[in-house]
């Protein structure tokens, strides 16, 4: 034997006695390959699927056999990304496959289909696309198959029920379409059927009514339509119905529930009509019953409030009438809503037996009665929404033990009375609104304490005061802010300016008064502050809202704009707003009683008109100013006329039209004036002399209803006849000169216009004058057809009002004779309205018994706000014997004094309410209401009694008005408004009669 043969036999022995490296079984080279094709997968995956290892079994998620074959393969949470491959085919023993919730994309494999042995097959949360496969019918032993939340699209292929060991299919999240498969019938192990958030058609099949075993049914969100299948009353173990939010009608089966324990029904958002079935708590372990947004009828089964195992209950935005059931004790009610229902009655005090309840909502229903008391032993309660409701009365005080409160809204009833401050308890609050109520006084300083307030709306009530700075520490308001459609009053607070987040601010119809600087630092998307008093520029910043809300502002006469280039398209759509000329500080307008006058109708309308005259010679074919001309401003004295300086006016300061006039305003050494200029053309000097001496005529009348007359010009022209159509007189069409009578004439259709609320024009085709003159009954003088019904309902019972309408609608026939010659002249006009029948108060009741004369009030001082009327505690005693009068507390002068002797008492009038309750709502209007109530009211010190009516002033400040009449009452209204200076503005006060007249009198410590 040679060396070599030698060597190589001790070679092989060596190679022999060495080990053999070891070889990885099919399942893991299957696995690894798998792994190839993931683009991430986590460090604990790569460091455990060892290729040197040889086999599988010990690597995270892999479940194998005693005879190393891998029986689960369990990848949920892992955050694989990547495909998964056809290899998964090669699993033959695979019995559970698991990769939820991580970030597979492409194609479900449908070589899947060859691990026969599958029972597990969960690819939920991922981003798996395309169809389901139809190979998947080869999983005969598959129980469980969860598809959800990817991105598979197409039918849901018949085969996939035909696999009969189904026992839950989770299919939903996805964006299948196509109708449910008939053949689901076929699955009648199925517990579970799960297909919500698609976009299946068609019909629920009535063939789901083989699935005897069936618990869960869970179809919602989808395009489902038609009615339910009237065999799900037979599935026994039926739980869980969720079908809301598909297009599902017809009536829900009234036996649902009778051979099943429902624990869950929820038909929110369809169709459903009829009534609610009686019996879905019979099995006593309903927690959810949600069938809102149908169109469910009758009234709610009594059975309903006895389901003590009830956690949430809505059934809002239905047809729902009657009223809510009783409630049984129920520790476990959390939710209720009742809202957009039709539901009646009173809230019933019950509801205290669901201790636990955190949300209640019963807005708009059809509730009334007062609020519950009993609400308050609800400690956990965080949300409760009543609005739009007919609710009435006081908030109650046990509220205040809600100390969760987090939203309470009871906007749109009828609620009186203060917002009571032991409600400061609600300490979290977030969302508070009171809107369009009756809550009165101020208010309430202590919300300032609700620091975590987003939405604060008090609009549309009769708070009045001014608006507390405090609300300025609502750091966290963001939503809202609204106060509007009150009787606030006074600047705007500088704090409110300092609201940064504020997204939507609403103060308008107040009488709020100063400039709007405060809100310039204010990042608004909304504002609101139309039907105020502001003067001055609008800011900067806040220019914006003058193209996005151009309403925004409106109301406001004495608001201005700087415009600059940057703003120069803004001019178009707030061409109400007059650019500022004018220094801050100024005091434009109307002069103050020209304004308050105004508002009391026609007589001031037209009056005023008559005697502000300024007449400028024009060109015979013009008859409009240009857009800028002179006028001379003529000042008679005593007959005389002294001319003053040139005024400049232009189109830009007109303020109104008539039918032979514009009036314009303009300012003239610092004072505001109302210029009226009428064309009276013609070559009549004798007619131009008798116009003159007639302006000078009311120069010479001074009357609390007139405007003064400061000045006048005449010039010659030659005559055109102008007017409006339905307001010319006849004569106009055949008139060659324009006369007197023509005015009068306009002025009684304007006055048949304000008694009648009707247009010139009544129902689009009868002159007003021929319907007024069909109507009217000469011989019983009945005037219940003709005149407006709101002036009878704001004063019921009154026999002065029917008298003066009565007076004025007879004036106003006269005015409209077709005859001129039977027309009074102006100047009659005015001495009517001197009679003794507009001298009386309005309100002033009938005497039933005939047996006692009205009530004469005394004549008001000539100028009643030559100062600003006030009130003081300190009777000073008058040096002319006239009895007591009052003096303003802060001034050593007497200011407007008046004493008792004008007051002219005839006798006792025989007043049948308890009070009148009046509110000066936005711009000084006032609102009256009846009450018969008193005792809530806040009286001070000082009581201010007049003959027969006592007016007891609130916390928001009392009123002083002699003599009482409701002309004089709404100018005072108007006036203090206006003025920004005053202390103390009115807002809210009362009058109550007096049963003895003995005790009108002026009581200092009432």
Not at 80 to 89: A, D, F, H, N
Not at 163 to 179: A, C, D, K, R, T
Not at 305 to 324: K, Q
Not at 478 to 494: H, M, R, V
């Amino acid at each position: 034997m040679s060396v070599i043969t030698l060597l190589l036999l001790i070679l092989c022995f060596f190679a022999f006695l060495l080990p053999s490296a070891p070889v990885l079984v099919s399942d893991g080279i299957t696995l690894l390959s798998l792994l190839s094709q993931w683009t991430f997968v986590p460090p604990i995956i790569n460091s455990t699927w060892n290729p040197s290892d040889s086999i599988p079994c010990s690597w995270v998620g892999v479940q194998c056999n005693h005879e190393h074959n891998v029986l689960s393969l369990n990848l949920t949470n892992h955050g694989i990304l990547g495909q998964l491959g056809p290899e998964i085919r090669q699993l033959q023993h695979l019995q559970a496959l698991v990769l939820a919730n991580n970030d597979f994309s492409g194609k479900v494999p449908s070589e899947l289909s060859n691990c026969s042995l599958l029972q597990l097959l969960d690819l939920s949360n991922n981003s798996f696309s395309g169809q389901i496969p139809y190979s998947f019918k080869k999983l005969q032993n598959l129980q469980y198959m969860s598809l959800s939340f990817n991105l598979l699209s197409g039918e849901i292929p018949d085969s996939l029920f035909q696999i009969p060991q189904l026992q839950e299919v989770n299919l939903h999240s996805n964006h299948l379409s196509g109708s449910i498969p008939t053949s689901i019938g076929n699955l009648t192990e199925l517990l579970r059927l799960d297909l919500h958030g698609n976009k299946l058609t068609g019909t629920i099949p009535s063939s789901i009514g083989n699935c005897m075993k069936l618990e869960d049914l869970v179809l919602n969100e989808n395009k489902l339509e038609g009615e339910l299948p009237l065999v799900m009353v037979n599935l026994k173990h039926l739980k869980n119905i969720s079908l809301f939010d598909n297009q599902l009608s017809g009536f829900i089966p009234q036996s649902l529930g009778i051979n099943s324990s429902l624990v869950k029904l929820d038909l929110t958002m369809n169709d459903f009509t009829g009534n609610i079935p009686p019996n879905l708590c019979l099995g006593k372990q309903l927690r959810v019953l949600n069938m809102g947004s149908n169109k469910l009828q009758g009234s709610i089964p009594s059975k309903v409030g006895r389901c003590e195992t009830l956690s949430m209950l809505i059934l809002s935005d239905n047809h729902l009438t009657g009223s809510l059931p009783e409630f049984a004790s129920n520790l476990n009610l959390k939710i209720m809503d009742m809202s957009r229902n039709r539901i009646g009655g009173t809230i019933p005090s019950s509801l205290e037996k669901c201790t636990n309840l955190i949300e209640i909502n019963l807005s708009m229903n059809k509730f009334t009665g007062l609020i519950p008391s009993q609400l308050g032993k609800l400690l956990n309660l965080e949300v409760l929404n009543l609005a739009h409701n007919s609710l009435e009365g006081a908030l109650p005080n046990q509220l205040s033990n809600c100390t969760k409160m987090d939203s309470f809204d009871v906007g749109f009833n009828s609620l009186n009375g203060s917002f009571p401050s032991s409600l400061r308890s609600w300490t979290g609050l977030t969302t508070l609104i009171l809107r369009e109520n009756r809550f009165t006084g101020g208010i309430p300083t202590f919300l300032s304490e609700f620091n975590k307030l987003h939405d604060l709306q008090l609009g549309g009530n009769l708070f009045g005061g001014k608006i507390p700075p405090s609300l300025g520490k609502l750091k966290n308001l963001i939503y809202g802010l609204n106060l509007s459609a009150n009787g606030l009053t006074g600047e705007i607070p500088f704090e409110i300016g300092k609201l940064n987040v504020l997204s939507s601010l609403d103060l308008s119809s107040n009488n709020l008064t100063g400039s709007m600087d405060v809100l310039g630092e204010l990042s608004l998307n909304n504002l609101n502050v139309s039907y105020n008093f502001l003067h001055g520029p609008v800011p900067e910043t806040l220019m914006n809202f003058l193209n996005s809300s151009p309403s925004s502002f409106l109301g406001n006469p004495y608001l201005c704009v700087s415009f600059s280039a940057s703003h120069s398209s803004n001019r178009t759509k707030a061409s109400y707003l007059k650019p500022c000329v004018y220094k801050s500080n100024y005091h434009l307008g109307i002069s103050i009683s020209a304004m308050v006058m105004i508002e009391l109708g026609s007589t001031i309308l037209v009056s005023g008109m008559l005697i502000a005259l300024v007449v400028r010679r024009l060109n015979a074919s013009d008859s409009m100013l240009s857009h800028e001309e002179d006028i001379h401003l003529g000042l008679p004295f005593y007959g005389g006329m002294v001319k003053d300086d040139m005024i400049k006016v232009d189109d830009g300061c007109i303020v109104g039209r008539g039918a032979h006039a514009i009036v314009y305003k303009v300012l003239h050494n610092g004072r505001a004036l109302a210029v009226k200029k009428i064309v009276f053309r013609g070559q009549d000097n004798k007619r131009l002399e008798i116009m003159k001496r007639e302006v000078e005529t009311l120069y010479m009348i001074k009357h609390i209803n007139l405007v003064s007359i400061l000045g006048y010009s005449v010039a010659k022209d030659y005559a055109r006849i102008a007017g409006t159509a339905g307001y010319m007189a006849p004569e106009c069409a055949y008139a060659t000169e324009p006369s007197r009578t023509f005015d009068v004439y306009s002025y009684g259709v304007v006055l048949l216009e304000l008694i009648t609320r009707k247009r010139v024009l009544v129902d689009g085709n009868e002159h007003i004058v021929s319907w007024v003159r069909s109507v009217w009954d000469d011989e019983t003088n009945k005037i219940d057809k003709i005149v407006d019904s709101y002036l009878a309902a704001s004063f019921p019972n009154s026999a002065v009002l029917e008298k003066q309408v009565t007076a004025l609608l007879s004036l106003a026939l006269r005015c409209t004779e077709r005859d001129q010659r039977d027309r009074p002249t102006m100047i009659e006009v005015v001495n009517f309205y001197r009679k003794s029948i507009f001298k009386l108060r309005c309100d002033h009741m009938a005497n039933d018994n005939n047996d006692g004369a009205e009530v004469a009030v005394g004549v008001a001082p000539q100028s009643p706000f030559n100062n600003e009327p006030d009130i003081s505690t300190n009777p000073v005693s008058n040096t002319q014997g006239q009895g007591d009068s009052y003096v303003h507390e802060e001034s050593n002068e007497p200011q407007d004094v008046y004493a008792l002797d004008d007051l002219r008492l005839v006798s006792t009038p025989k007043i049948g309410v308890d009070g009148l309750i009046i509110k000066v709502i936005g711009n000084g209007q006032l609102h009256v209401e009846q009450v018969a109530v008193k005792t809530a009211l806040v009286v001070p010190k000082v009581t201010y009694t007049w003959p027969c009516l006592k007016f007891l002033p609130t916390v928001t400040g009392p009123v002083v008005t002699i003599p009482f009449n409701w002309f004089f009452l709404s100018s005072w209204a108007q006036y203090m408004y206006q003025k920004s200076s005053l202390k103390l503005h009115l807002n809210f006060f009362f009058i109550a009669p007096i049963k003895n007249s003995s005790t009108c009198c002026v009581n200092s410590e009432e």
